[in-house]
């Protein structure tokens, strides 16, 4: 009986979830921005989102880090980018192309490896140019999905640290 409840007791035992620690959406839509980070929050595995405008505002955050750093204590810089394609000023391509650069140049690790477009483009040709920059693995649509943020974090999140 005792090895029994001991089964029933490791069934039960959970593994932990990896998490996003800090994530960055870039989208002009402010009802898209709080969409995504509801969703995002939803899960419980991305405990810090935050926004920028559109690639204007969002490269700004990687030119100047200590200020971004001043503006966002302790979750910059992020993990991850979600990105928005189609925003004024300068669209998601236009931001990849400089923060690529931005990231060329960089001697340190400052800046997030993984780009994700999340966008409500249908363009196959959008996908395609994504993909080409070499820092973009994934091409989501919108609206974000519960599912769509699990898989994310599945694939580009963190365990949590084990305690002693």
Not at 8 to 17: A, H, K, L, Q
Not at 110 to 123: A, D, I, K
Request: proline share 8%.
């Amino acid at each position: 009986m005792e090895n029994v409840d001991r089964m029933e007791n490791v069934d039960c035992m959970e593994t932990p979830s990896k998490t996003v620690p800090s994530v960055l959406v870039v989208d002009d839509n402010a009802a898209d921005q709080h969409w995504c980070k509801r969703i995002l929050r939803k899960t419980k595995r991305f405990p810090n989102v935050y926004c920028a405008r559109d690639g204007v505002e969002a490269l700004r955050l990687f030119q100047e880090p200590s200020q971004a750093a001043e503006e966002f204590p302790n979750v910059f810089p992020p993990s991850l980018i979600l990105l928005d394609i189609n925003m004024p000023r300068m669209d998601g391509f236009e931001f990849l192309a400089h923060y690529k650069e931005l990231v060329e140049a960089a001697d340190d690790t400052n800046f997030p490896r993984v780009v994700l477009m999340v966008t409500s483009s249908t363009n196959p040709r959008d996908v395609e140019r994504a993909k080409e920059l070499g820092i973009v693995p994934r091409f989501i649509s919108k609206p974000l999905t519960v599912e769509q943020a699990n898989e994310i974090a599945d694939a580009f999140g963190e365990l949590p640290e084990k305690t002693k």
